[in-house]
């Protein structure tokens, strides 16, 4: 096939981009993104700070409109994310206790009810485990309100929408070897040995000269895989976007039968977050890259 998202298809997979809504009128970028994605990540608006800017007063505007797009086009949608300790409300971040596992709880459940049946996988934790080589979790006031806030947010997601996958999503778990990678996959054979609900397993991926492209990334994929669950490279990104790693990345994922999904985080490098890094597979006036032609042979 002559697009990413066919070529994946064609491999039972699907390749996709974080998405803005607030680029949704650039017909540069719906041109790309309609022609080769068939997956859509919202970028920033099913974030807690989007969707519940004041406690029970939610808004999908944003993120409606980006599930729009997507669905009307046969895309599909990866939700992201239903509980973070970054980019919380200003009335979040100042709760603590059964308040705030309550106003977590609520969260989820009220989100995740909205988008029922419309998404396909949802970030249902992101970022849980701490960096460095303590294999802890991350201390954030939702960790303060107990070690089990994790399986607490998948249940309620699984009650709230019980046909959406659900994933752990996180960074710097892509090196096999490294201390977080070990503590997130106990975390998810923990889940699977006491039947907590979880399906997935989301490796943002982005790679730079401070966590680069490890060697044993598809060790990581399959050892993950081989608890029982999906694996999907969430928020790939790669600085300088070199040809060779971007195909590493591919036929890592083609490899392990259960890596059933790409995700690039976002469309040209200038709409990426690091966008300096030049990171992604289209230029910023929308050409294809090196790294696209590298990706599209690999798939
Ligand atoms: C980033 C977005 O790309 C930026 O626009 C925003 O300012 C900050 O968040 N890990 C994640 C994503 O899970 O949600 C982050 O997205 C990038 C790192």
Request: with cysteine; charged share 20%.
């Amino acid at each position: 096939a002559t697009t990413l998202g066919a070529s994946a298809a064609e491999r039972g997979r699907y390749f996709g981009a974080a998405v803005a809504a607030s680029k949704l009128s650039d017909t540069a970028y719906v041109t790309i993104l309609n022609r080769e994605f068939n997956s859509v990540t919202p970028e920033n608006e099913m974030k807690i700070d989007a969707t519940e800017p004041n406690q029970n007063q939610f808004n999908y505007t944003n993120a409606d409109r980006i599930v729009s797009h997507a669905r009307s086009r046969g895309m599909q949608v990866r939700g992201h994310t239903l509980a973070w300790h970054s980019q919380q409300p200003g009335w979040m971040q100042s709760m603590s206790g059964t308040a705030l596992r309550s106003a977590m709880l609520n969260h989820v459940t009220q989100v995740a009810t909205h988008f029922r049946g419309q998404v396909v996988a949802w970030d249902v934790v992101n970022e849980a485990f701490a960096d460095g080589s303590s294999g802890a979790r991350r201390d954030s006031n939702l960790q303060r309100t107990g070690n089990d806030w994790i399986e607490a947010a998948f249940r309620a997601a699984r009650a709230a929408d019980p046909g959406a996958k659900l994933c752990y999503n996180d960074y710097n778990t892509d090196d096999w070897t490294h201390a977080k990678t070990q503590a997130v996959y106990r975390l998810v054979q923990d889940f699977k040995q006491r039947g907590v609900p979880i399906d997935c397993v989301g490796l943002q991926s982005h790679f730079n000269s401070g966590s680069p492209y490890p060697s044993n990334y598809r060790t990581t994929l399959s050892s993950f895989a081989a608890l029982g669950v999906d694996v999907q490279i969430t928020e790939l990104d790669i600085e300088g976007a070199p040809a060779a790693t971007y195909r590493n990345v591919v036929a890592d994922c083609l490899a392990v039968a259960r890596c059933n999904g790409i995700t690039t985080w976002g469309v040209r490098d200038s709409d990426s977050w690091r966008a300096s890094q030049n990171p992604l597979l289209f230029d910023g006036g929308g050409n294809k890259k090196p790294a696209y032609d590298a990706v599209l042979a690999a798939l």
